[in-house]
């Protein structure tokens, strides 16, 4: 069956950086896009990056320009690289396949001193 399981979530200190994955299996990767999300404590759900199968990206206003999606469709496998991590990106991050709306278990980053 589809699933999808992320990994790579944990502590760091403010600056830091971290390298979220979300393998997937199931389905044919290649095909679909793939999106993250994240769930901060108290607030809505946000669509924090997204990759289609051609490549092309999107990303939030809240973290251009210090996360970059990626996928390597030979490891059916999208990341999530996280730099200058800041407070506020403290949150669940969920790896998500629209189209066939399945979603991971999500991973949690806590950005503290």
């Known amino acids: 069956q589809v699933q999808l399981v992320e990994s790579g979530g944990g502590l760091v200190q403010p600056g830091g950086s971290l390298r979220l994955s979300c393998a997937a299996s199931?389905?044919?990767?290649?095909?679909?896009?793939i999106h993250w999300y994240r769930r901060a404590p108290g607030k809505e759900r946000e669509l924090v990056a997204a990759?289609?199968?051609?490549?092309?990206?999107n990303y939030a206003d809240s973290v251009k320009g210090r996360f970059t999606i990626s996928r390597d469709n030979a490891k059916n496998t999208v990341f999530l690289q996280m730099n200058s991590l800041k407070p506020e990106d403290t949150a669940v991050y969920y790896c998500?396949?629209?189209?066939?709306?399945?979603w991971g278990q999500g991973t949690q980053v806590t950005v503290s001193s």
């Open positions: 998500f396949a629209p189209a066939l709306d399945s």
């Open positions: 199931g389905f044919t990767f290649n095909i679909y896009n």
């Open positions: 990759i289609a199968r051609t490549g092309i990206t």
